[in-house]
């Protein structure tokens, strides 16, 4: 007799973390009580697990009330660079976030879209436009079409863009859905 104790299976922490033997020995006349105790180690044998393959979010354009106000340390701060976006730069970001524990690693997906704010009129690229016209031209006759710059799609009702012509000291504003 040995008193070798062995492993029947394999023990997995996440299953069972600890294990209770009750030893007896007897020499027929008296008997003795033990027991031992197994811990099971946890190993790093499961990659990170995230609840979800993709994360989405919305933000407002300019409104970080609600945001942390420092998301990651950077300990050199050479290769850190912030980059401020407002709609107009881009209006979606897709980030990959990598979770490692040194041995196994796990991705996740963030998609954050940017909700724009009507925070910027429209421009033209020229403060007059002149034209020469004839005087017997018929009535409407188009003279130029005028098309703001910068110009935001929340600014008017059912998005798209519009038009201006000008007709014989008429100004005419033509919305164009699309």
Not at 39 to 55: A, L
Not at 61 to 80: C, F, G, S, T, W
Request: proline letters at 6%; aromatic letters at 8%; one cysteine or more.
């Amino acid at each position: 007799m040995t008193g070798a104790i062995y492993v029947a299976g394999a023990l997995d922490y996440e299953t069972r973390k600890r294990y209770e033997l009750r030893l007896a020995a007897s020499d027929n006349l008296k008997e003795n009580y033990t027991t031992v105790v197994i811990h099971v180690k946890d190993v790093n044998d499961n990659p990170p697990v995230f609840e979800r393959p993709t994360y989405r979010t919305q933000i407002t354009e300019e409104d970080d009330r609600n945001l942390p106000k420092r998301v990651l340390q950077v300990e050199h701060a050479i290769y850190a660079q912030i980059l401020w976006y407002t709609f107009h730069n881009m209006c979606t970001y897709h980030l990959t976030l990598v979770a490692s524990d040194s041995l196994n690693e796990n991705e996740t997906i963030i998609v954050i879209n940017v909700k724009d704010v009507n925070d910027m009129p429209p421009s033209f690229p020229q403060q007059v436009y002149e034209r020469t016209m004839d005087e017997e031209l018929a009535v409407p006759f188009p003279i130029m079409q005028v098309v703001p710059s910068l110009f935001q799609p929340t600014a008017l009702t059912g998005g798209g863009r519009f038009v201006c012509l000008l007709v014989c000291s008429l100004v005419v504003v033509v919305v164009v859905s699309g």
